[in-house]
Structures are given as C-alpha cells and as structure tokens.
C-alpha cells in the first residue's frame, strides 16, 4: 500500500501491537512461540495530547507493568479478547523526547487521537498536536504516517459525533504533508460519511476497524464470548477483537466498495490464518493490519505476512 509515493507494505500491525516503539512485550521474546513481525509496518500505540492514566499501570519506560494486564481479557480457544486499556499513555511530547520515532529507519505510523470532552476543544487538541509533530519532522529518519484514531470505545465518547469532526481533523493534520489515515469502527462509521472522505484531499487511506463495544447488537456474546456481561463491566465494558469480527468487518468493506469508495482501506479484525487475509483481499482492502492474532496465534504471524506479500492487492 503506498501513500503519497511511500510504500507501506501489505501489512501493518494494530495501533499499539509493539508497544509505543516497537519494542513490543515480553511474550514477544519468547523463543519459538513469540510472534515474528519481520516484513509487518510499525503503527505506535495511540497517544494523546496530554498524560492519560488509562487502565493499564505503566512503567518509566511506558511498557506495561503487569505481564498480564487486568484490563485484557482472553478467550483463545473461541480466538477472542476483550479490552479495555483506556488508551493509557505518557503524552505525546513525552513520547518525542525520548528520540526513538525519529531514529527510525523504515516507514511507520504515529497514532493518535484526542480526549477532550466537547468537539471545539478536540480540534485544539489535534491543532497542538500538529504542531509538535511538526517541531520534530526535521529529526525523523524516515517517513511516517499519522492513523488517527477516531473509534475508541474506551474514552467514554460518542464516536459518531467524532467521525462527523473527521473532516476538521483532517484538515488540520493536512498542514504536515503526511500521509493520514484516520482509523474507524464498524460499529460507529455510517458510509455516507466514509464517502465523504472519498473525496477529502488529506484523507490518502482508512483503516477499518477499531474493536466494537461489548454489547454490541450485530453480534450475539452470548454465542460469541458466553456472557451478555462483560467480564471489563467494572473498565466501561471494554471492546472485543477477534475471531467475531472478521465478517462483518468483511460485509463493510465490501458494501463500502459497492458505494464507490475508491482510497485505500487498510482492514482488520480477526485475521488469524492466511485464509483470513485472503478475505480481506477479495473483499476490496488494499493491506491489512494484525492485532489480537500476536497473543491469540503467536506462532502464524510470520506466515501470515509472508502469505500477504505473496497476493497482489487491489486499491493500493
């Protein structure tokens, strides 16, 4: 998938699967097992404009204190998790000052999106935002992205009025002359808007879709994950990955397409076997991007990418 001339690969990982940069976690390393990410296009974590404490305790080094977070819970036979994180994270400045995204040497994203509670001070947000982006160009190594992340079901915000500021966003970020690529859910991302971005010029690629909200009407969690309750209910509920979302995510973008849109669509959920990918490709993406299958099927993540390489992709 290449945007604006910079090729990103068929493969990118969901916000946040190696950590803030790259780093990943400490299952990674384990030997055999461990998940092998060569060929798969870095995407941070998300942050925020400000300091977030989030669900989930970080160390000085903004890795996860605990091996197992509380905020995640999983269902690897039924190929399932749940989370609720509530994008924790140190802030964006912070984050710069460690000098590790400009040393990096091949294409990536910066994820981000802001929590501010009314939609005047989210565009300020994302207006500081920006500009200390832009304070840093001049350091980076190598290109980058920015996947702003407009679906999160943990901030406790109505992401459908979000996606209405998408536009706004859109052109603000616009100003830094990178590739943007705003992030959605299925559960919140009503086509006549994706249409509009269609036409956006700053808007080069989606990326579809974020985990949907636990409870959920498309999808039956009693059949999926055993409970009408989720097992985050004291985190806000949290939102499910995996398995239960790759056909509907496929039904989106499929319809998407059908409608006309024509940009790039980087998509995602449940992927966790080379079939998977294969679906996604003949549904009309033009990349895809692994997540929950790095703890849930550590062992394919290779084969998988490998597997995407070997397809030729439409819409890239």
């Known amino acids: 998938m290449k945007l604006r001339g910079i090729d990103f690969g068929n493969v990118l990982g969901a916000s946040g699967v190696q950590g803030f940069f790259g780093e990943g976690y400490p299952f990674h390393h384990f030997p055999l097992v461990g998940p092998n990410f060569k060929g798969m296009t870095f995407v941070s974590k998300t942050c925020t404009l400000l300091k977030n404490k989030g669900h989930m305790p970080l160390r000085n080094d903004f890795t996860p204190k605990e091996w197992f977070p509380k905020c995640i819970k999983v269902n690897f036979l039924k190929g399932l998790a749940v989370n609720s994180v509530g994008l924790s994270n140190p802030g964006i400045c912070t984050l710069f000052r460690k000098k590790i995204w400009q040393k990096l040497d091949k294409p990536f994203f910066i994820s981000i999106t802001s929590l501010a509670e009314t939609a005047k001070d989210r565009i300020n947000e994302y207006g500081i935002m920006r500009d200390a982006i832009g304070m840093n160009m001049k350091d980076f190594t190598s290109s980058f992205g920015i996947q702003v992340n407009l679906s999160c079901p943990n901030t ?20 830094l002359g990178v590739p943007l690529m705003p992030k959605y859910s299925i559960e919140s991302a009503p086509f006549g808007a994706m249409l509009e971005l269609n036409q956006h010029p700053d808007c080069d690629a989606i990326c579809v879709s974020n985990t949907v909200p636990f409870g959920w009407d498309k999808i039956d969690f009693k059949e999926a994950w055993g409970s009408y309750e989720s097992p985050l209910a004291h985190l806000g509920g949290g939102g499910l990955s995996g398995k239960a979302l790759k056909p509907l995510v496929l039904e989106y973008i499929l319809k998407l397409r059908s409608l006309g849109f024509e940009k790039p669509i980087n998509g995602g959920g449940g992927i966790l076997c080379k079939k998977n990918v294969l679906d996604y490709c003949k549904a009309g993406a ?31």
């Open 156 to 175: 406790g915000h109505d992401s459908s009025r979000m996606i209405a500021e998408s536009v706004s966003v859109l052109e603000i970020l616009g100003r």
């Open 286 to 316: 033009a990349s895809v991007f692994l997540g929950s299958v790095a703890f849930l099927r550590p062992w394919r993540v290779k084969g998988i990418i490998e597997y995407a390489d070997s397809l030729k992709w439409q819409y890239c």
